[in-house]
């Protein structure tokens, strides 16, 4: 049996999300203190009892989601599975941040630092209504690039997420995506819909906050991983600091490879994938990608025991 674990991005945050965790295992707590202490501020208060609305802001989903995967992580390692017990560690987009500090690579603390400043950063990059992505289900990549193009029409538009086999996410100026959305329709789309997002990630609009996440990668020290990082922008295993420390910054304006990610770690030989964190999306496009290998969700206290006894 060879395991990944893998960290869920953006979309997967509920206020609550945690808590239980945090009660039940005082290493998840102190990654919440840790938290709370890198970013000047009770960030843990507004994810166990705050507003969803203020959550969902990309400036605390961010570091916030990062928080709750590590504690899951740490009360993983109180029950005896070290990350070293994975073969590989990959996250989708803000979850990257989240695997690199699994694996050591990252202190909680820079992760929640620089994921604070992703958040804004990313945020600044296009103004409010500028900008939009949608979801294009049942097109694979191929089709989706070319319904992209089709609607640029000199504006950006381009594939951001490719999420598995029938899922692609597309991102850039607002009335393109609105043009992409209804093509992709024409072409038999099963749906595709925009989605409540803030700003358009993964695309070359986001070149402003590529450059300021440069300049914020640049004062952080960043280790060799204890277990490979599979990149979201290489789709295989780095292991190298500086690699990885260029790879987070084109990862700004890149496509996240979720696809590729899972089908290369597969080859690989990984036979079972757990999701640390928040929700369960990873999984089912995890099922998609690699159908014979199997899931598991690590995000209460039960999933963690339930886990840690096989």
């Not at 808590?19 to 202490?37: G, H, K, S, T």
């Not at 620089?114 to 990059?125: D, H, P, S, T």
Request: glycine share 8%; hydrophobic share 50%; net charge negative.
């Amino acid at each position: 049996m060879s395991r990944a674990f893998v960290f869920p991005g953006q979309g997967a945050q509920t206020i609550g999300m945690g808590r239980a965790l945090a009660e039940a295992y005082p290493a998840a707590q102190a990654v919440f203190d840790e938290v709370d202490e890198a970013l000047g501020e009770r960030l843990s208060h507004l994810v166990w009892e705050g507003d969803a609305g203020e959550l969902t802001l990309t400036r605390n989903a961010q570091p916030a989601l990062m928080a709750t995967s590590l504690a899951a992580m740490r009360a993983l390692e109180a029950e005896g599975v070290a990350v070293t017990s994975a073969a590989y560690v990959a996250g989708h987009s803000l979850g990257e941040y989240s695997a690199m500090a699994a694996a050591r690579a990252l202190s909680v603390a820079d992760a929640a630092r620089l994921l604070r400043r992703r958040g804004e950063a990313m945020q600044r990059a296009v103004p409010v209504g500028e900008g939009a992505m949608a979801a294009l289900l049942g097109l694979d990549l191929d089709a989706a690039r070319a319904v992209a193009a089709e609607a640029a029409r000199g504006e950006v538009c381009e594939a951001a997420n490719d999420n598995d086999p029938a899922q692609v996410v597309i991102s850039g100026h607002k009335a393109a995506v609105e043009r992409a959305v209804e093509i992709a329709k024409a072409r038999g789309a099963k749906r595709a819909v925009l989605l409540p997002v803030s700003a358009p990630f993964h695309c070359a609009l986001m070149a402003p906050a590529a450059e300021e996440m440069a300049e914020a990668l640049a004062g952080v020290e960043i280790a060799p991983p204890a277990v490979p990082l599979v990149a979201n922008v290489r789709a295989e295993a780095v292991t190298d600091p500086d690699e990885i420390r260029r790879l987070l910054v084109e990862q700004v304006t890149g496509a996240v490879r979720w696809r590729e990610s899972v089908a290369w770690m597969a080859g690989a030989g990984v036979d079972e994938f757990w999701e640390i964190g928040a929700g369960k999306a990873l999984s089912g496009m995890i099922r998609r990608i690699a159908r014979e290998a199997g899931t598991k969700q690590v995000g209460t206290p039960e999933e963690v025991q339930a886990v840690s006894q096989n």
